[in-house]
Protein backbone atom coordinates (compact mmCIF):
# COMPACT_ATOMS: atom_id res chain seq x y z
CA UNK A 1 0.00 0.00 0.00
CA UNK A 2 1.25 3.16 -0.89
CA UNK A 3 1.76 5.43 2.74
CA UNK A 4 0.47 8.82 2.44
CA UNK A 5 3.31 11.31 1.23
CA UNK A 6 3.10 8.69 -1.45
CA UNK A 7 -0.02 8.75 -2.45
CA UNK A 8 0.00 12.71 -2.02
CA UNK A 9 2.26 12.74 -5.12
CA UNK A 10 0.40 11.16 -7.09
CA UNK A 11 -3.11 13.12 -6.09
CA UNK A 12 -2.82 15.41 -9.25
CA UNK A 13 -0.69 15.04 -12.69
CA UNK A 14 1.26 18.11 -12.98
CA UNK A 15 1.78 17.14 -16.80
CA UNK A 16 -1.87 16.72 -18.31
CA UNK A 17 -1.67 20.46 -19.16
CA UNK A 18 0.88 19.73 -21.31
CA UNK A 19 -0.70 17.67 -23.11
CA UNK A 20 -3.55 19.08 -25.74
CA UNK A 21 -5.86 16.34 -26.33
CA UNK A 22 -5.76 15.52 -21.91
CA UNK A 23 -6.19 19.06 -21.29
CA UNK A 24 -8.76 19.30 -23.57
CA UNK A 25 -10.67 16.49 -22.53
CA UNK A 26 -10.31 17.28 -18.20
CA UNK A 27 -12.74 13.93 -18.32
CA UNK A 28 -11.12 11.40 -20.14
CA UNK A 29 -9.41 8.70 -18.16
CA UNK A 30 -6.72 7.22 -20.73
CA UNK A 31 -5.56 3.95 -19.10
CA UNK A 32 -4.06 2.74 -22.26
CA UNK A 33 -0.43 4.07 -22.73
CA UNK A 34 1.19 0.94 -23.58
CA UNK A 35 -0.97 0.98 -26.48
CA UNK A 36 -0.19 4.36 -27.35
CA UNK A 37 1.35 7.09 -25.50
CA UNK A 38 -0.34 10.73 -25.58
CA UNK A 39 1.57 13.65 -27.38
CA UNK A 40 2.92 16.62 -25.37
CA UNK A 41 2.28 19.76 -27.31
CA UNK A 42 5.72 20.39 -27.96
CA UNK A 43 6.00 17.23 -29.83
CA UNK A 44 2.88 18.33 -31.99
CA UNK A 45 4.79 21.88 -32.80
CA UNK A 46 7.72 20.34 -33.49
CA UNK A 47 6.10 17.85 -36.52
CA UNK A 48 4.74 20.85 -37.53
CA UNK A 49 7.88 23.30 -37.52
CA UNK A 50 9.59 20.75 -39.33
CA UNK A 51 6.80 20.96 -42.64
CA UNK A 52 6.80 24.79 -42.26
CA UNK A 53 10.59 25.37 -41.81
CA UNK A 54 12.73 22.76 -43.30
CA UNK A 55 10.79 20.49 -45.46
CA UNK A 56 12.92 18.81 -47.98
CA UNK A 57 13.44 15.22 -49.19
CA UNK A 58 16.49 14.42 -46.71
CA UNK A 59 19.11 12.79 -47.67
CA UNK A 60 19.07 14.11 -51.53
CA UNK A 61 19.84 17.51 -51.75
CA UNK A 62 22.87 19.67 -51.31
CA UNK A 63 20.58 22.41 -51.09
CA UNK A 64 20.23 24.39 -47.39
CA UNK A 65 16.85 23.08 -46.85
CA UNK A 66 17.75 19.55 -47.66
CA UNK A 67 20.81 19.68 -45.88
CA UNK A 68 18.66 21.19 -42.92
CA UNK A 69 15.70 17.91 -43.35
CA UNK A 70 18.92 15.62 -42.94
CA UNK A 71 20.68 17.20 -40.16
CA UNK A 72 17.08 16.99 -38.63
CA UNK A 73 16.77 12.71 -38.84
CA UNK A 74 20.98 13.48 -37.39
CA UNK A 75 20.25 15.06 -34.62
CA UNK A 76 17.23 12.79 -33.75
CA UNK A 77 19.39 10.34 -34.07
CA UNK A 78 21.86 11.28 -31.14
CA UNK A 79 19.15 12.22 -28.72
CA UNK A 80 17.93 8.64 -28.70
CA UNK A 81 21.41 7.71 -28.77
CA UNK A 82 22.14 9.14 -25.78
CA UNK A 83 18.73 8.66 -24.06
CA UNK A 84 19.41 4.70 -24.35
CA UNK A 85 23.24 4.75 -23.14
CA UNK A 86 24.63 4.66 -26.84
CA UNK A 87 27.55 6.71 -26.22
CA UNK A 88 31.35 6.51 -26.93
CA UNK A 89 33.97 6.54 -24.21
CA UNK A 90 34.06 10.25 -24.01
CA UNK A 91 30.02 10.52 -23.55
CA UNK A 92 29.33 11.06 -26.90
CA UNK A 93 26.20 10.16 -28.35
CA UNK A 94 26.36 7.79 -31.03
CA UNK A 95 23.87 8.39 -33.71
CA UNK A 96 25.06 5.84 -36.38
CA UNK A 97 23.72 3.15 -34.33
CA UNK A 98 20.43 4.30 -34.51
CA UNK A 99 18.49 2.41 -37.55
CA UNK A 100 14.91 4.07 -38.04
CA UNK A 101 12.31 1.91 -38.94
CA UNK A 102 8.37 2.67 -38.71
CA UNK A 103 7.92 0.93 -35.42
CA UNK A 104 9.12 -2.13 -33.03
CA UNK A 105 7.62 -4.58 -35.18
CA UNK A 106 9.31 -3.78 -38.19
CA UNK A 107 12.61 -3.32 -36.07
CA UNK A 108 11.97 -6.94 -35.14
CA UNK A 109 11.13 -8.17 -38.63
CA UNK A 110 14.33 -6.62 -39.78
CA UNK A 111 16.56 -8.69 -37.21
CA UNK A 112 14.62 -11.75 -38.23
CA UNK A 113 14.70 -11.29 -42.21
CA UNK A 114 18.26 -10.33 -42.39
CA UNK A 115 20.59 -11.42 -38.96
CA UNK A 116 18.01 -14.68 -38.10
CA UNK A 117 17.88 -15.60 -42.09
CA UNK A 118 21.55 -15.01 -42.91
CA UNK A 119 22.65 -17.27 -40.04
CA UNK A 120 19.93 -19.66 -38.89
CA UNK A 121 20.22 -23.18 -40.41
CA UNK A 122 18.30 -26.35 -39.73
CA UNK A 123 18.56 -27.39 -36.62
CA UNK A 124 19.39 -24.03 -35.04
CA UNK A 125 17.48 -22.99 -31.94
CA UNK A 126 15.71 -19.51 -32.07
CA UNK A 127 14.85 -18.88 -27.91
CA UNK A 128 12.08 -16.65 -27.39
CA UNK A 129 9.65 -16.32 -24.56
CA UNK A 130 5.86 -17.22 -23.98
CA UNK A 131 5.28 -13.36 -22.91
CA UNK A 132 5.83 -11.99 -26.55
CA UNK A 133 4.13 -10.00 -28.43
CA UNK A 134 3.54 -11.28 -31.50
CA UNK A 135 5.73 -8.58 -33.16
CA UNK A 136 8.71 -10.47 -31.33
CA UNK A 137 6.93 -13.97 -31.97
CA UNK A 138 5.53 -14.35 -35.60
CA UNK A 139 8.55 -13.00 -37.06
CA UNK A 140 10.64 -15.46 -35.37
CA UNK A 141 8.04 -18.47 -36.41
CA UNK A 142 8.26 -17.76 -40.02
CA UNK A 143 12.06 -17.60 -40.33
CA UNK A 144 12.13 -20.77 -38.23
CA UNK A 145 9.92 -22.18 -40.79
CA UNK A 146 12.29 -20.56 -43.80
CA UNK A 147 15.34 -21.92 -42.47
CA UNK A 148 14.53 -24.82 -40.23
CA UNK A 149 15.59 -23.53 -37.38
CA UNK A 150 13.25 -24.80 -34.01
CA UNK A 151 11.42 -21.98 -32.11
CA UNK A 152 12.09 -23.06 -28.41
CA UNK A 153 9.85 -20.92 -25.71
CA UNK A 154 11.58 -20.01 -22.35
CA UNK A 155 8.64 -20.22 -20.04
CA UNK A 156 7.66 -18.39 -16.32
CA UNK A 157 7.28 -20.14 -13.55
CA UNK A 158 3.99 -19.64 -11.08
CA UNK A 159 5.10 -16.59 -9.73
CA UNK A 160 5.65 -14.51 -13.52
CA UNK A 161 9.58 -15.04 -13.61
CA UNK A 162 12.01 -16.65 -16.23
CA UNK A 163 14.56 -18.12 -13.86
CA UNK A 164 18.19 -19.09 -14.31
CA UNK A 165 17.30 -22.68 -14.13
CA UNK A 166 15.14 -22.31 -17.29
CA UNK A 167 17.38 -20.07 -18.90
CA UNK A 168 20.43 -22.32 -18.70
CA UNK A 169 17.99 -25.48 -19.66
CA UNK A 170 16.66 -23.89 -22.97
CA UNK A 171 19.22 -21.67 -24.03
CA UNK A 172 21.79 -24.11 -25.19
CA UNK A 173 24.64 -24.69 -27.76
CA UNK A 174 22.43 -25.23 -30.20
CA UNK A 175 20.63 -21.30 -29.72
CA UNK A 176 21.94 -19.09 -32.26
CA UNK A 177 19.55 -15.82 -31.75
CA UNK A 178 17.91 -15.10 -28.03
CA UNK A 179 15.09 -12.68 -28.52
CA UNK A 180 13.23 -11.60 -25.34
CA UNK A 181 10.67 -8.97 -24.19
CA UNK A 182 12.03 -6.84 -21.59
CA UNK A 183 8.44 -5.95 -19.72
CA UNK A 184 5.90 -7.81 -20.74
CA UNK A 185 3.04 -6.12 -22.19
CA UNK A 186 0.29 -8.05 -20.46
CA UNK A 187 2.25 -8.98 -16.91
CA UNK A 188 3.63 -5.62 -16.61
CA UNK A 189 6.93 -8.14 -15.10
CA UNK A 190 10.66 -7.41 -16.31
CA UNK A 191 12.54 -10.03 -17.28
CA UNK A 192 16.44 -10.09 -16.40
CA UNK A 193 17.59 -9.66 -19.68
CA UNK A 194 21.56 -9.11 -18.63
CA UNK A 195 21.11 -12.78 -16.87
CA UNK A 196 19.31 -13.87 -20.04
CA UNK A 197 22.01 -12.31 -22.07
CA UNK A 198 24.99 -13.23 -20.63
CA UNK A 199 23.89 -17.04 -20.92
CA UNK A 200 23.08 -16.26 -25.21
CA UNK A 201 26.20 -14.94 -25.38
CA UNK A 202 28.33 -17.61 -23.29
CA UNK A 203 26.36 -19.92 -25.63
CA UNK A 204 27.62 -18.22 -28.56
CA UNK A 205 23.71 -16.12 -29.38
CA UNK A 206 22.78 -13.38 -30.55
CA UNK A 207 20.65 -11.58 -28.38
CA UNK A 208 17.65 -9.27 -29.17
CA UNK A 209 15.93 -7.29 -26.93
CA UNK A 210 12.02 -5.91 -27.38
CA UNK A 211 12.34 -2.85 -25.37
CA UNK A 212 8.89 -1.31 -26.25
CA UNK A 213 7.59 -1.49 -23.05
CA UNK A 214 10.82 -0.85 -21.62
CA UNK A 215 12.09 2.20 -22.81
CA UNK A 216 9.11 4.70 -22.23
CA UNK A 217 9.32 3.44 -18.18
CA UNK A 218 12.38 2.55 -17.20
CA UNK A 219 16.06 4.08 -17.81
CA UNK A 220 17.12 1.47 -20.13
CA UNK A 221 20.84 1.69 -20.86
CA UNK A 222 22.46 -0.22 -23.40
CA UNK A 223 25.96 -0.75 -22.24
CA UNK A 224 24.03 -2.27 -19.14
CA UNK A 225 21.53 -4.31 -20.99
CA UNK A 226 24.12 -6.88 -22.03
CA UNK A 227 22.35 -6.72 -25.49
CA UNK A 228 23.44 -7.11 -29.35
CA UNK A 229 19.99 -5.39 -30.42
CA UNK A 230 17.50 -3.00 -29.26
CA UNK A 231 14.15 -2.86 -30.80
CA UNK A 232 11.00 -0.02 -29.42
CA UNK A 233 8.82 2.64 -31.07
CA UNK A 234 8.78 6.42 -30.38
CA UNK A 235 4.92 6.30 -30.06
CA UNK A 236 4.98 4.57 -26.65
CA UNK A 237 7.11 7.54 -25.38
CA UNK A 238 5.41 10.26 -26.75
CA UNK A 239 6.91 10.56 -29.80
CA UNK A 240 4.91 10.22 -33.35
CA UNK A 241 3.05 7.08 -34.45
CA UNK A 242 5.42 5.88 -37.49
CA UNK A 243 8.79 5.53 -35.88
CA UNK A 244 10.61 2.99 -34.64
CA UNK A 245 14.06 2.45 -33.57
CA UNK A 246 16.48 -0.30 -34.47
CA UNK A 247 19.76 -0.03 -31.92
CA UNK A 248 22.41 -2.39 -32.73
CA UNK A 249 26.18 -2.77 -31.74
CA UNK A 250 28.36 -1.32 -34.99
CA UNK A 251 29.87 -4.88 -35.66
CA UNK A 252 26.27 -6.38 -35.40
CA UNK A 253 24.95 -4.26 -37.87
CA UNK A 254 27.64 -4.09 -39.98
CA UNK A 255 27.68 -7.56 -40.73
CA UNK A 256 24.00 -7.70 -41.34
CA UNK A 257 22.77 -7.27 -44.87
CA UNK A 258 19.91 -4.76 -45.63
CA UNK A 259 16.05 -5.64 -44.98
CA UNK A 260 14.25 -3.45 -47.80
CA UNK A 261 16.46 -1.91 -50.81
CA UNK A 262 16.10 0.85 -52.98
CA UNK A 263 16.92 4.87 -52.14
CA UNK A 264 19.79 6.16 -50.90
CA UNK A 265 20.45 2.72 -48.75
CA UNK A 266 23.58 2.49 -51.15
CA UNK A 267 26.88 3.62 -52.06
CA UNK A 268 26.80 2.75 -55.81
CA UNK A 269 24.52 0.43 -57.91
CA UNK A 270 25.58 -1.43 -61.42
CA UNK A 271 22.71 -3.09 -63.46
CA UNK A 272 23.66 -6.43 -61.92
CA UNK A 273 24.50 -5.44 -58.21
CA UNK A 274 24.92 -2.85 -55.55
CA UNK A 275 27.10 -1.72 -53.02
CA UNK A 276 25.69 -1.13 -49.62
CA UNK A 277 25.78 2.68 -47.85
CA UNK A 278 27.03 2.23 -44.38
CA UNK A 279 24.98 1.72 -41.32
CA UNK A 280 21.89 3.46 -40.80
CA UNK A 281 21.57 4.22 -44.27
CA UNK A 282 21.72 0.64 -44.90
CA UNK A 283 18.37 -0.12 -43.53
CA UNK A 284 16.38 3.08 -44.34
CA UNK A 285 15.32 2.66 -48.02
CA UNK A 286 13.31 5.22 -49.54
CA UNK A 287 12.46 8.81 -48.20
CA UNK A 288 12.46 8.81 -44.57
CA UNK A 289 10.05 10.93 -42.11
CA UNK A 290 12.42 13.34 -40.96
CA UNK A 291 9.37 15.17 -39.51
CA UNK A 292 8.61 11.99 -37.16
CA UNK A 293 12.26 11.28 -36.23
CA UNK A 294 12.23 15.20 -35.69
CA UNK A 295 9.50 14.95 -33.47
CA UNK A 296 10.49 12.24 -31.45
CA UNK A 297 13.66 13.94 -30.93
CA UNK A 298 11.29 16.85 -29.18
CA UNK A 299 9.34 14.20 -27.44
CA UNK A 300 12.98 13.21 -25.89
CA UNK A 301 13.62 16.74 -25.19
CA UNK A 302 10.51 16.57 -23.42
CA UNK A 303 11.16 13.40 -20.86
CA UNK A 304 14.84 14.63 -20.22
CA UNK A 305 13.49 18.36 -19.25
CA UNK A 306 10.81 16.82 -16.89
CA UNK A 307 13.50 14.44 -15.34
CA UNK A 308 13.43 11.04 -16.28
CA UNK A 309 13.88 9.36 -13.07
CA UNK A 310 11.08 11.61 -12.06
CA UNK A 311 8.93 9.96 -14.04
CA UNK A 312 9.89 6.64 -13.88
CA UNK A 313 9.50 6.76 -10.17
CA UNK A 314 5.79 8.37 -10.62
CA UNK A 315 4.96 5.89 -12.78
CA UNK A 316 5.88 3.17 -10.71
CA UNK A 317 4.04 4.83 -7.54
CA UNK A 318 0.98 5.02 -9.91
CA UNK A 319 1.57 1.06 -11.03
CA UNK A 320 1.20 0.03 -7.64
CA UNK A 321 -1.73 2.33 -6.55
CA UNK A 322 -3.72 0.28 -9.65
CA UNK A 323 -2.21 -2.88 -8.92
CA UNK A 324 -3.79 -2.56 -5.24
CA UNK A 325 -6.37 -0.66 -5.70
CA UNK A 326 -7.81 -3.61 -8.97
CA UNK A 327 -6.63 -6.37 -6.20
CA UNK A 328 -9.05 -4.87 -3.22
CA UNK A 329 -11.63 -5.43 -5.38
CA UNK A 330 -13.56 -8.53 -4.19
CA UNK A 331 -14.50 -9.51 -7.82
CA UNK A 332 -11.82 -8.82 -9.87
CA UNK A 333 -8.56 -11.07 -10.10
CA UNK A 334 -5.09 -9.48 -11.09
CA UNK A 335 -3.36 -11.59 -13.94
CA UNK A 336 0.25 -11.28 -12.56
CA UNK A 337 2.27 -10.60 -10.02
CA UNK A 338 0.37 -9.41 -6.82
CA UNK A 339 3.33 -6.96 -5.52
CA UNK A 340 2.27 -3.66 -7.53
CA UNK A 341 6.14 -2.70 -7.75
CA UNK A 342 6.50 -5.49 -10.12
CA UNK A 343 4.83 -4.25 -12.36
CA UNK A 344 6.41 -1.83 -15.31
CA UNK A 345 2.77 0.49 -16.57
CA UNK A 346 0.48 -2.26 -17.34
CA UNK A 347 -2.12 -4.39 -14.84
CA UNK A 348 -3.96 -7.03 -16.81
CA UNK A 349 -6.97 -8.15 -15.04
CA UNK A 350 -10.24 -9.99 -14.85
CA UNK A 351 -14.09 -8.82 -13.71
CA UNK A 352 -15.99 -12.52 -12.96
CA UNK A 353 -17.82 -13.58 -15.16
CA UNK A 354 -18.15 -10.52 -17.49
CA UNK A 355 -15.99 -10.16 -20.95
CA UNK A 356 -13.57 -8.48 -21.15
CA UNK A 357 -14.95 -6.55 -24.07
CA UNK A 358 -18.05 -6.18 -22.28
CA UNK A 359 -16.48 -4.54 -19.45
CA UNK A 360 -14.44 -1.62 -21.64
CA UNK A 361 -17.11 -0.98 -23.54
CA UNK A 362 -18.93 -0.03 -20.19
CA UNK A 363 -15.92 1.98 -18.73
CA UNK A 364 -15.83 3.88 -22.20
CA UNK A 365 -19.15 5.08 -21.31
CA UNK A 366 -18.18 6.69 -18.52
CA UNK A 367 -15.14 8.11 -20.44
CA UNK A 368 -12.65 6.19 -19.12
CA UNK A 369 -10.07 4.15 -21.39
CA UNK A 370 -8.82 0.55 -21.26
CA UNK A 371 -8.22 -1.91 -23.29
CA UNK A 372 -9.97 -5.57 -23.46
CA UNK A 373 -8.70 -8.64 -25.75
CA UNK A 374 -5.62 -11.16 -26.00
CA UNK A 375 -2.87 -7.88 -26.36
CA UNK A 376 -1.21 -9.27 -29.06
CA UNK A 377 -0.02 -12.42 -26.71
CA UNK A 378 -2.26 -15.27 -27.59
CA UNK A 379 0.29 -18.03 -26.69
CA UNK A 380 0.52 -15.66 -23.29
CA UNK A 381 -2.87 -15.74 -22.81
CA UNK A 382 -3.22 -19.59 -23.44
CA UNK A 383 -0.53 -20.03 -20.72
CA UNK A 384 -2.08 -18.69 -18.41
CA UNK A 385 -4.92 -20.29 -18.38
CA UNK A 386 -7.37 -17.57 -19.75
CA UNK A 387 -10.51 -19.66 -21.31
CA UNK A 388 -11.82 -16.90 -23.16
CA UNK A 389 -8.47 -15.64 -24.51
CA UNK A 390 -9.52 -12.11 -23.58
CA UNK A 391 -8.19 -10.36 -20.65
CA UNK A 392 -8.69 -6.41 -19.65
CA UNK A 393 -5.55 -4.32 -18.96
CA UNK A 394 -5.40 -0.61 -17.43
CA UNK A 395 -1.58 1.16 -18.00
CA UNK A 396 -0.43 3.94 -16.83
CA UNK A 397 1.96 6.98 -17.82
CA UNK A 398 3.42 9.89 -15.97
CA UNK A 399 0.84 11.79 -16.76
CA UNK A 400 -2.13 9.79 -15.28
CA UNK A 401 -2.59 10.23 -11.39
CA UNK A 402 -4.61 8.69 -8.56
CA UNK A 403 -7.97 10.75 -9.64
CA UNK A 404 -7.47 7.82 -12.69
CA UNK A 405 -7.28 5.27 -11.43
CA UNK A 406 -10.46 5.83 -8.94
CA UNK A 407 -12.18 7.09 -11.97
CA UNK A 408 -11.53 3.16 -13.42
CA UNK A 409 -12.37 1.71 -9.93
CA UNK A 410 -15.64 3.34 -9.67
CA UNK A 411 -16.36 2.76 -12.78
CA UNK A 412 -15.76 -1.12 -12.32
CA UNK A 413 -18.29 -0.82 -9.47
CA UNK A 414 -20.76 0.11 -12.15
CA UNK A 415 -20.05 -2.52 -14.29
CA UNK A 416 -20.39 -5.11 -11.89
CA UNK A 417 -23.70 -3.93 -11.18
CA UNK A 418 -24.78 -3.48 -14.44
CA UNK A 419 -24.19 -7.46 -14.39
CA UNK A 420 -25.02 -8.29 -10.71
CA UNK A 421 -27.06 -5.94 -9.71
CA UNK A 422 -26.47 -4.76 -6.10
CA UNK A 423 -25.33 -8.07 -4.62
C1 LIG B 1 6.12 -5.73 -26.00
C2 LIG B 1 5.75 -5.16 -27.34
N1 LIG B 1 6.50 -5.44 -28.40
C3 LIG B 1 6.22 -4.96 -29.61
C4 LIG B 1 5.13 -4.15 -29.81
C5 LIG B 1 4.86 -3.64 -31.17
O1 LIG B 1 4.98 -2.25 -31.20
P1 LIG B 1 4.54 -1.47 -32.51
O2 LIG B 1 3.07 -1.70 -32.67
O3 LIG B 1 4.86 -0.05 -32.21
O4 LIG B 1 5.30 -2.03 -33.62
C6 LIG B 1 4.31 -3.83 -28.74
C7 LIG B 1 3.10 -3.01 -28.92
O5 LIG B 1 2.21 -2.96 -28.13
C8 LIG B 1 4.63 -4.34 -27.46
O6 LIG B 1 3.88 -4.07 -26.39
Redesign the pocket.
Same mark, same amino acid.
Request: with cysteine; proline share 0%; aromatic share 0%.
Given at each position: MLNNEELAEIEQSPYKADFPLLAQNPDLVFLDS??TAQRPGVVLDAQRRFYETMNANPLRGLYRLSVEATAAIDDARKKVASFIGAVDEAGNPCGNQIVFTR???ESLNLVAWTLGRTILKPGDDVVISIME?H %??LIPWQQVCRATGANLVYLRMNDDYTITPEEVAAKIGPKAKIVSV?QVS?VLGVENDIPMIAARAHEMGAYMVV?G??SVPHLRVDVRKLGCDLLAF %?A??MCGPMGI?VLWGKPEVLDAMPPFLTGGEMIDSVTETDAVWAPVPQKFEAGTQDAAGSYAFGAAIDYLNEKGFDALEKRERLLARYLTDQLAALPYVTVIGPADGARHVGSVAFDVHGIHPHDVASILDMDNVCIRAGHH?AQPLINELGVEIGSTCRASVAFYNDKQDIDRLVAGLDKVWKVFNGNN
Open positions: AANASH %SNTNDAQ %SHKGC
